[in-house]
C-alpha cells in the first residue's frame, strides 16, 4: 500500500522507465496538456514533459508542497520565470549533449557541402559535380560553452577545424580558453563557422544583430541550435538575401514555424524542425538521470543540475 505520507512525484513516463524505483517516493504518471490531477496539490517534485506547452507552466501555481522541477530540456525559458521562489530548478544538461551535438555537426557539414542542393539535384534527375568548402582548415566560433557546446567540440575537433570558444563570462578550462562575451564582436570576424547555443535570457535575446552579422565575413556559415530569439531574424534574412552569408537553424521565433513564412524560402539557409534532442539517444539519458535526481531526492542529497545561469 502507498503511505500517503511519501513525497509525491508527477512523471511524464511509466516509473518502470526508471528500472529500479526509488523507494520513500509515490508516483503518478502525470501530462497536465492533457490531465490535471486533483493531487496537484500534494506534488513536491514535478517532472515536466520533454514538450512544453504553456499548460506546464500554469500547473505550477497550484502546486503548493512543490519543492523540484526538473525539466527534460535543456533551456528552462518556458519555466524559470513561473517557477514559485523557494522551489529548485533543474534543468535536463546531459540528456541532449549526444543528439544535438550529432545534429549540429550534421548541420555545418550539410550546409557546407550543400546536401539540401545534392537531393534537390537528384530530385530533377541532374547530375551536378561542384565544388564546396569543406570544415577541414576552419575557424569555428562556439558561442555558449556549457556541456553541450562541449560535445559539439568533441565532435567538431576531429574535423581539423580549429574551435574558438565563446561564454558569458572569459574563463582559463582544461580544453583551452573560453572568452567572454564582450569580445564576440572582435572574434566574429574571423570565424567561417559560428555556432550558438547559448539559452535564452534577457542577455543572449537578439544577441545576433545586424550589427554582429554585418561583422561576420563573406561566405560565413551562422548554425543556431540554441533559440530563435538568439538572432534578429529580420537582420538574419536581409544578409541571406543579399547572398552574403549562409545559415543553419534547428530553431525560430514561432514554432512551429508557419506556413507562409519568409524563412523557408530564404536563399541559403537549411531549416531543421527544432530536433536536436529528438532521437533514440534522448530517453535512456533522460531516465538515468531522472532516477539519480529522485535517489538523491529521496535520501535528501543535493540535486544535480540547479540551474545557476552558467553557459
Do not use: I, Q
Given at each position: 500500500m502507498t503511505d500517503q505520507r511519501e513525497p509525491l512525484v508527477w512523471l511524464p513516463f511509466d516509473p518502470a522507465e526508471l528500472g529500479e524505483v526509488p523507494r520513500g517516493l509515490r508516483y503518478e504518471v502525470v501530462?497536465?496538456?492533457?490531465?490535471?490531477?486533483?493531487?496537484?496539490?500534494?506534488v513536491a517534485f514535478y517532472v515536466t514533459p520533454y514538450a512544453m506547452g504553456p499548460q506546464v507552466g500554469d500547473v505550477l501555481e497550484r502546486m503548493?508542497?512543490?519543492q523540484v522541477v526538473q525539466t527534460l530540456s535543456a533551456g528552462v525559458d518556458n519555466v524559470r520565470s513561473r517557477v514559485p521562489e523557494g522551489v529548485t530548478l533543474c534543468n535536463g544538461r546531459g540528456i541532449h549533449d549526444t543528439s544535438t551535438a550529432e545534429l549540429t555537426l550534421t548541420l555545418v557539414l550539410a550546409a557546407l557541402r550543400d546536401v539540401p542542393g545534392m537531393v534537390r539535384d537528384q530530385d530533377q534527375h541532374r547530375w551536378n559535380t561542384r565544388w564546396r568548402p569543406s570544415l577541414a582548415d576552419k575557424r569555428?566560433?562556439?558561442?555558449g560553452y556549457g556541456a553541450i557546446g562541449q560535445a559539439i567540440e568533441d565532435?567538431?575537433?576531429?574535423?581539423?577545424?580549429?574551435?574558438?570558444?565563446?561564454?558569458?563570462t572569459a574563463r582559463e578550462t582544461e580544453r583551452g580558453?573560453?572568452?567572454?562575451?564582450?569580445?564576440?564582436?572582435?572574434?566574429?570576424?574571423?570565424?567561417d563557422v559560428v555556432v550558438l547555443i547559448v539559452p535564452l535570457t534577457d542577455e543572449t535575446r537578439g544577441l545576433v544583430d545586424a550589427d554582429l552579422l554585418a561583422?561576420?565575413?563573406?561566405?560565413?556559415?551562422?548554425?543556431?541550435?540554441?533559440?530563435?530569439?538568439?538572432?534578429?531574424t529580420a537582420d538574419l534574412l536581409a544578409e541571406l538575401h543579399a547572398g552574403r552569408l549562409v545559415a543553419a537553424v534547428d530553431v525560430v521565433d514561432t514554432e512551429p514555424l508557419p506556413a507562409d513564412d519568409p524563412?523557408?524560402?530564404?536563399?541559403?539557409?537549411?531549416v531543421s524542425p527544432h530536433v536536436g534532442g529528438a532521437t533514440s539517444a534522448m530517453w535512456p539519458r533522460a531516465h538515468r538521470l531522472v532516477r539519480e535526481q529522485l535517489e538523491r531526492y529521496a535520501a535528501g542529497e543535493p540535486l544535480h543540475n540547479q540551474m545557476t545561469g552558467e553557459y
Open positions: 501530462d497536465p496538456r492533457e490531465h490535471v490531477p486533483d493531487t496537484v496539490a500534494d503548493s508542497g512543490l569555428v566560433l562556439l558561442v565532435r567538431l575537433l576531429p574535423n581539423e577545424c580549429e574551435v574558438v570558444k565563446v561564454a558569458r580558453p573560453v572568452h567572454g562575451f564582450d569580445e564576440l564582436p572582435d572574434l566574429v570576424g574571423d570565424a561583422r561576420m565575413k563573406d561566405g560565413a556559415l551562422l548554425v543556431n541550435m540554441a533559440r530563435g530569439p538568439v538572432v534578429v524563412l523557408w524560402d530564404a536563399p541559403g539557409l537549411l
